[in-house]
């Protein structure tokens, strides 16, 4: 498959489906995007294209497949751990209500453990968790709040036992997390960023973009923090010179805004 083959796909996916495929790095990407196709029976990218416009659930096929969704709740136990301690113990001190963005939130891991972290330590939020994501087939799973077991290794026998019901072998959240986060679709390319936040979680996400796509996502995100707020990232994505997003680390993967 030729370089003027993936540029036209570019292209019509931007022009149809407000997706900018160019800022993710190429060569992983255009790899999942040919298995997508030939899942599909696509011979080549125009066909494919015609067959996503035409099809429900090959558009759908196509999102989730290169949209990243892997995922669990409080994903690296000890970072995660160390971010509740600077959550509960610093963060609570310096603002009487939170604001917080989970970024890319696929399936609902992550901004439901942040909600029992908010729950557990009776924090005041200023308004519901935001929770966003660019695929609406996940955000609608993320909103059923229904899990496998597997998705809950890191989650102790307590709040398994506080916060969950086992129903035919699925672990489904209970109403008062699911109600304490509010999902949106959102896309960190196209869209515009809120403000005022003190907490933005987004992990895991940006190791899938470009560099100068990537710097950009840091940029907005320090603008949309307050003064002190946090900004926590994945294992595998340290910000170096935080300073030039005007952000000093404070723990490995947990940066926090400086002015």
Same mark, same amino acid.
């Given at each position: 498959m030729t370089t003027l083959d993936f540029d036209y796909f570019y292209s019509w996916v931007h022009t149809n489906l407000n997706i900018r @495929? %160019?800022? &993710?790095? +190429?060569?992983? @990407?255009?790899r999942r995007i040919q298995t997508v196709m030939r899942q599909a029976g696509a011979n080549d990218l125009k066909e494919y294209s015609i067959m996503i416009h035409g099809d429900e659930t090959i558009r759908k096929q196509f999102l989730d497949y290169i949209t990243i969704n892997v995922t669990e709740f409080f994903r690296n136990k000890d970072l995660f751990e160390k971010f509740e301690e600077l959550l509960t113990t610093d963060l609570s001190r310096k603002f009487d !209500? @939170?604001?917080i963005w989970s970024a890319a939130c696929s399936i609902g891991a992550e *901004? &439901?453990?942040l909600a029992m972290i908010i729950d557990r330590h009776s924090l005041p939020l200023k308004k519901k968790i935001i929770a966003t994501d660019i695929d609406d087939t996940i955000l609608e !799973?993320?909103?059923t709040g229904i899990?496998? +077991?597997s998705e809950l290794?890191?989650?102790?026998?307590? %709040?398994?036992s506080d916060y969950f019901a086992l129903e035919n072998n699925r672990y489904v959240l209970n109403d008062q997390i699911k109600e304490m986060v509010d999902f949106r679709k959102h896309d960190l390319v196209l869209d515009e960023f809120e403000k005022n936040l003190h907490v933005i979680v987004c992990r895991n996400v940006t190791i899938y973009f470009k560099h100068e796509i990537k710097e950009e996502i840091y940029r907005k995100m320090s603008d949309s923090l307050v003064k002190g707020g946090l900004l926590f990232t994945g294992a595998t994505e340290t910000i170096?010179? *935080? +300073?030039q997003f005007r952000l000093k680390k404070v723990s490995s993967f947990i940066y926090e805004k400086m002015m």
């Open positions: @495929l %160019d800022a &993710y790095k +190429e060569k992983q @990407l255009n !209500k @939170l604001t *901004p &439901y453990s !799973k993320a909103k899990f496998k +077991e290794k890191n989650v102790s026998v307590i %709040d398994c170096y010179q *935080p +300073e």
